[in-house]
């Protein structure tokens, strides 16, 4: 005996006219999309020189890496034989020395009818090794390995969720999902990119980008990923309510980018109802008075009127009607509410169409016989048609206040040189609610300082007024120079009546800025006949708070000789 032999045909069912052509019938290619298996057709043939019984032996489906390694399928593959053997073939000069026999590869996890969708089988190359021996002498042997290799397969399906009633109010979200299918064989990254004709903000997934690439789906894994749309905020009133906006969210593959598909909800995103308002209550400065629950009190007199501004503005998209009701806790104090041609005491009623807002004007009259002390909190409820409210408030009290602030140079301090006065400025503000008498006086100072007011000094100091003085300060001849301790301006404050007294003071800080003065002394008369000489004295004296060198320059009249005796000159 010489040997066995085993030979795939061609696709065509011929048999290789070479070993090149024997590579290629081993190989075949399996498109996943229309099927599931692969079969080769084989001849067993005896080439030895007597009759010979033949087992045909076909090895577990193995997955062949790229570097050639072997690994168990991740599918479950089977393979079949058309016949089992042994077979009994004569010799190679005999009638019956060959048979033919088919091995089939199939995927038994691949279905292209399945319920929810074709499964197809995975790529990659998948091999078997086909055996044949005598079986009486196994060492003679041939085998040859059967290689399919299947294609990869690109697939896509999505499908959109939670798109009915799909809308939000301006400045929220309206959220549906987009499920992506991998209908391929293979593991495949998708892109995501949503986007509406306004540019409306979109987030995909965890994040806040209108685009997301997601990571690898298996075969016929699945995934949801989140789509939120921001309805933009209100801006002049729109936009308006019943506003749709179409959504468009393209989904394809980054292998295949001819792979896609584009969703949109049937009925988009509808912008909804916004009866958003603002109702905030100011001071007749305009200062806001807060939140209803955090007012301060504010302090008023007899017979004062107080006014009050409560602006009320429309955020909303759609015209909303309003009432404003005032509720005082004492109610025979006079009251007063206008905007425009409307005028009540009490209730007001009114239409604000989408970004438009109202001023309403308070005017509230404390009574002439208030008591000192007397405390009349009052509400506001601003009230839409069909729902919601808010309620502002303020709280006067009858109370006489007497005080007022002290406004110093930025520096906080006045600066003098000897010889020249030093000014500096300081402004009073009555931040009471009573008319003031003012009295001025000045702390204590060194010997030969002298202190006052540049400017006139106000004897009074009106509600809600201010008034400024300027300080002037002298210092003494020979004060060293730099800081020089402190400028008491002590303001007295009385109401009218006497019944409050109260004092500030009002601190300077001094500084002595180097100087020079000098000041001369002299005999102002000296009575001299022709040819006589007569002597006389100068005095130079440096009153400042540096020392200098003096230079002395003499003139006089023609022919007078006047000399300086610099021996006769003393410190």
């Known amino acids: 005996a010489i040997g066995v032999r085993i030979t795939p045909h061609m696709p065509d069912g011929s048999t290789p006219a070479d070993a090149d052509e024997v590579d290629l019938a081993r190989k075949l290619v399996l498109d996943p999309s229309t099927g599931t298996e692969v079969s080769w057709d084989l001849t067993l043939a005896n080439e030895g ?337 069909d729902s919601g409210f808010q309620v502002n408030r303020t709280r006067l009290v009858v109370q006489e206040i007497a005080d007022f602030s002290i406004d110093l140079p930025e520096s906080g301090t006045i600066s003098a040189t000897i010889g020249d006065y030093g000014l500096a400025e300081i402004t009073l503000e009555n931040i009471g609610n009573v008319d003031l008498i003012l009295s001025w006086s000045f702390g204590t100072l060194p010997d030969g300082w002298q202190v006052g007011f540049a400017s006139t000094a106000a004897g009074g100091l009106l509600k809600g007024g201010d008034t400024s003085v300027t300080v002037s300060l002298s210092v003494a001849p020979g004060t060293p120079p730099g800081p020089a301790g402190t400028l008491s301006i002590i303001i007295d404050a009385e109401t009218l009546d006497g019944a409050k007294q109260f004092q500030k003071v009002a601190q300077l800080g001094i500084v002595i800025e180097p100087s020079l003065w000098l000041t001369f002394d002299t005999e102002t008369r000296i009575d001299l006949s022709q040819g006589e000489t007569a002597e006389g004295n100068l005095s130079v004296t440096n009153s400042e708070n540096i020392a200098c060198d003096v230079e002395l320059v003499l003139e006089g009249p023609d022919g007078l000789d006047v000399v300086l005796d610099t021996d006769a000159i003393t410190d």
């Open 49 to 385: 020189t007597s009759d010979e019984e033949i087992v045909l032996v076909v090895t577990p489906v193995q997955m062949m890496q790229p570097s050639g390694a072997l690994d168990p399928p991740e599918d479950e593959w089977e393979k079949v034989t058309s016949a089992e053997g042994p077979f009994m073939l004569t010799s190679a000069a005999g009638q019956s020395n060959s048979t033919q026999v088919t091995v089939t590869m199939r995927d038994l996890d691949a279905d292209l009818d399945a319920f929810n969708g074709a499964r197809y089988a995975l790529p990659g190359t998948y091999v078997v090794d086909v055996i044949a021996y005598y079986r009486m002498n196994p060492t003679v042997s041939h085998t040859i390995r059967l290689e399919v290799e299947v294609l990869r397969v690109e697939g896509l399906e999505t499908i959109l969720a939670g798109t009915n009633n799909l809308g939000a109010v301006p400045g929220d979200f309206a959220s549906f999902s987009l499920s992506v299918l991998n209908t391929g064989n293979g593991d495949t990254i998708y892109q995501i990119s949503c986007e509406t004709p306004n540019r409306w903000a979109i987030e995909l997934g965890s994040g806040n980008s209108s685009s997301i690439t997601l990571e690898p789906l298996a075969r016929l894994q699945f995934i949801p990923v989140p789509i939120r749309v921001r309805v933009p905020y209100i801006v002049d009133g729109l936009p308006s309510a019943g506003t749709i906006e179409d959504v468009t969210c393209i989904t394809s593959s980054l292998a295949d980018p001819t792979k896609s598909t584009t969703e949109s909800p049937d009925n988009g995103v509808e912008v909804w109802i916004s009866r958003d308002f603002s109702a905030d209550l100011y001071e007749g400065d305009g200062t806001p008075l807060g939140p209803s629950g955090f007012i301060d009190d504010i302090s008023v007199e007899n017979e004062q009127v107080i006014e009050h501004t409560l602006v009320i503005e429309n955020r909303g998209n759609i015209a909303i009607d309003f009432s404003v009701r005032a509720s005082p806790a004492m109610p025979d104090w006079d009251l007063d509410l206008t905007a425009g041609s409307l005028n009540d005491d009490r209730f007001l009623e009114f239409t604000l169409q989408p970004g438009t807002s109202l001023a309403i004007d308070i005017v509230i009259l404390v009574p002439y016989n208030a008591n000192d002390g007397d405390s009349n909190q009052i509400d506001f409820r601003t009230e839409l048609g």
